[in-house]
């Protein structure tokens, strides 16, 4: 939930605590992304570029 939160709000600094922390407890890349998903969804364009861009980093970062 927090992870789509931070996309909508376009919050990187959100982004790279709350992707690892759900990383760390138990969620998926697919998990994940759908957060992301929604988030776009809701949040329009903006939050394409924090979705595609900044998650997509950290997840890379983290080998997930």
Known sequence: MMIGIAVALRCEYCLWKHVPEAAQMGATREEI?????TAIVMAG????AY????VLQILDDLGI
């Open 51 to 54: 979705g595609s861009m900044v």
């Open 45 to 48: 364009g903006p939050a394409v």
């Open 33 to 37: 992304l759908e957060a992301v998903s």
